[in-house]
Nanobody, 119 residues
Framework: QVQLVESGGGLVQAGGSLRLSCAAS????????MRWYRQAPGNERELVAI???????NYADSVKGRFTITGGNAKNTVYLQMNSLKPEDTAVYYC?????????????WGQGTQVTVSS
């Protein structure tokens, strides 16, 4: 079992910045990579950024050049630095852990943190 707790959300004006954090606990040795997703009201949950266990990253086109995903010194922490925020970035942001072991794979979700960008 892996538990994920996000923090850092809030209300910010367009053009501002926020830094989200996701702290993992439990069987963190099984974490193969971590991701950030977001879901706006009435929309499906969408992938925002990925970081693999080797440190490779990938981003949704809508956030490239503005958002940066990084891993903490410990394997059990991931951050999402969000710059030049736009009203369309308003959503609940979720952390996701891709966990794997011998013969199994499973994903875990955090509870989400609200990001609201005012125009």
């Amino acid at each position: 079992q892996v538990q994920l707790v996000e923090s850092g959300g809030g209300l910010v004006q367009a053009g501002g910045s926020l830094r989200l954090s996701c702290a993992a606990s439990g069987s963190v040795f099984s974490i193969n990579g971590m991701r950030w997703y977001r879901q706006a009201p009435g929309n499906e949950r969408e992938l925002v950024a990925i970081i693999t266990s080797s440190g490779s990253t990938n981003y949704a086109d809508s956030v490239k050049g503005r958002f940066t995903i990084t891993g903490g010194n410990a394997k059990n922490t991931v951050y999402l630095q969000m710059n030049s925020l736009k009203p369309e970035d308003t959503a609940v942001y979720y952390c996701y852990a891709d966990c794997r072991g011998t013969g199994w794979a499973r994903g875990y979700w955090g509870q989400g943190t609200q990001v609201t960008v005012s125009s």
